[in-house]
């Protein structure tokens, strides 16, 4: 409990419903934070494999999200057998070669869409479609 009422603390948890199960009270938490990026203070503590490892959660997280979308039909190997008007999904693995000034503009752009349509609010009339979003920014090898 002791890890959790920290995270809940730190925002990185929120509650989102407590029920009372037998002489009990269950919690049901939910991911606060938007997203999640090693500080520099735990890449100094855990180094280079706690960085790998924070890459393989997220992968794995990523991975493990689109499971029951995939097995109920909501992503297809083409869009057009889901719904026509809604593009539902988009995985790409791109090569770009930037330099230092572009790289750093296109990690603020992400950041900047995350938090714009992170922040949204949505009304009844206009609907809500729940959506994951994964990215990884990272250089392939040794700048020359």
Do not use: C, W
């Not at 929120?14 to 934070?33: Q, S």
């Not at 990026?37 to 992968?59: D, T």
């Amino acid at each position: 409990y002791h890890h959790i009422n920290q995270m809940l603390d730190h925002g990185l948890l929120v509650l989102v419903e407590e029920r009372p199960k037998g002489a009990m009270t269950e919690r049901v938490f939910g991911v606060g934070g938007k997203a999640i990026r090693p500080s520099a203070a735990f890449r100094e503590r855990y180094g280079i494999e706690g960085q790998a490892e924070v890459a393989r959660l997220a992968f794995r997280m990523a991975e493990t999200q689109m499971t029951a979308p995939i097995a109920d039909g909501l992503i297809g190997a083409d869009p057009l057998e889901v719904d026509a008007d809604l593009r539902q999904v988009s995985i790409a693995l791109a090569s770009l070669r930037l330099d230092r000034e572009d790289l750093n503009a296109l990690i603020e752009d992400i950041d900047e869409l995350v938090r714009k349509y992170g922040e949204m609010e949505y009304d009844g009339r206009r609907g809500s479609i729940p959506v994951g979003f994964f990215h990884a920014v990272y250089p392939r090898d040794t700048p020359r």
